[in-house]
């Protein structure tokens, strides 16, 4: 049988838009989307899928399953990653990001399923880093469990997106 996945592991591999639609709908922050682009001669083309999924604080921090760090650490641990998706026609690669108002526009503009938010807003309050920055800003669990009826829902009318390469 499978170990469990701890948290980070959980949001930092996979569910990271999970995590991010839930923090923006408790703290109201910005979503921040990090993408591989691929410097061509002809022209760069940037990976629509996203690697990464932060929530931006409003200091230029941002928030994700490993607390609150410096957006450029974010991209420092994730360019190993974007180097090895590199392909013969590429120059180089570098990032993009993009940016999204609130995890409602996130959802809209990504086609991004929010149902993981659900559990994600019921494992906030047990990460230390995550606890001690909604504590700061005056939240408590209670605050964080009723946002669950804030969350975005999933949009039925359009087809999946589909986004497969998610890694963090």
């Known amino acids: 049988m499978a170990a469990e996945r701890t948290f980070e592991e ?63 650490d974010v991209m ?35 086609g991004c399923n929010p149902e993981g938010a659900v559990q994600a807003l019921s494992e906030l309050m047990g990460q230390p880093s995550i606890r001690s920055y909604l504590e700061g800003l005056g939240l408590d669990e209670k605050d964080v469990l009723a946002a669950e009826g804030d969350l975005p829902e999933a949009d039925d009318e359009e087809e999946d997106m589909g986004l497969g390469f998610r890694i963090g």
């Open 76 to 110: 420092s641990e994730f360019n190993a990653m974007a180097q090895s998706l590199k392909t013969a026609e590429d120059e180089s690669v570098s990032f993009c990001l993009r940016e999204y108002d609130d995890a409602s526009t996130f959802v809209a503009a990504t």
């Open 10 to 72: 959980r949001y930092m591999g996979g569910h990271c838009d999970a995590l991010a639609i839930a923090l923006s709908t408790v703290t109201g922050h910005r979503i921040v989307s990090l993408h591989v682009v691929h410097n061509r001669p002809e022209r760069d083309r940037t990976d629509p899928d996203f690697l990464h999924v932060v929530v931006e604080l409003p200091d230029g921090n941002c928030l994700d399953a490993k607390g609150v760090r410096p957006l450029a």
